[in-house]
């Protein structure tokens, strides 16, 4: 297998052409990442030697799916899906400061069919908190500290507390659709995996959803941390999670992030722990409010996904 350092460099050409890729992929319509359009994002994959990757692995880490081209923006984003309605999943969303998104959100995730709905608040300073109560959800206060990682271990330890079988996690700031978790519901369900991801850079997506630099630098990441592992995945920074229960027990205890690079060491310790992992295309949507993910933190990221790639 090919070592860290030849893996790096050919990653910055790789980068490079995918924000060459993105642009042509982007469409007046507003939909960008189409099915036919994941042609040529993975066809650049191979040329930067996943196909030594997937030749050493004895079952693909990816399932492709179909999307719909031939609908509108509104259809193919928030197209509806089977909904769970399964009182043996509990759905997670940290939260901090998100009164714009969290009602509509929570509305969503009632009409997908989630029943059982946990907010883990990081202590937000605006109505998140009041409004998520008034929806009915289920909210506590964070432990262990701030920042988002603080927020998804409480929420992982309450749900070792409870009788839920599968955790479903989103993000709070109405990026993420919460009827897309069921094709990952649907795997986990099926014994095909402990842990799904909901790959964003794969779905449909809103225009200016994702920028050009977040699009390369979450290719980028995601393929060294998926070659560490001789797997192939397109987005590790995703905030669509999808744990068994097992995997939630064996993962937890080694789970130490504090900030956004939660989702690295999710990803990193349930290879570890030895757990299957495999990824699914998912819609993503213009976040409502403002950003906390700053350069400063985007950097920090970038630090934690090289600790990770070297641990």
Known sequence: MRNVGQITLDVVV???RVVKEYRAATRPTGISNTHENLTGVFGIMTAVNCKDLRERTAEPSVILMTINTESKLSDNITQKRAPPNDSKILLMIPTLNEEDAIEGLLMEARAAGFADILVVDGFSSDRTREIAERASASVVLQDFGKGKGCGVRTGM????CGSAEFLCIIDGDGTNIPSHLSSMVSLAKSGEADVVLGSRTRGPREMDAMDMLSLASNLAVSFLLGAKFRRLFTDVQTGYWLLKRH???????????????IELELFVNAFKAGLIVREVPVG???RKGSTKFSFMLRMRNLYYAFRFLAS
């Open 14 to 16: 790789y980068s490079q």
């Open 157 to 160: 330890r309450d749900f070792l």
């Open 247 to 261: 995997a939630v027990e064996r993962i937890y205890p080694t789970i130490r992030s504090t900030g956004f690079e």
């Open 284 to 286: 993503f949507r213009r």
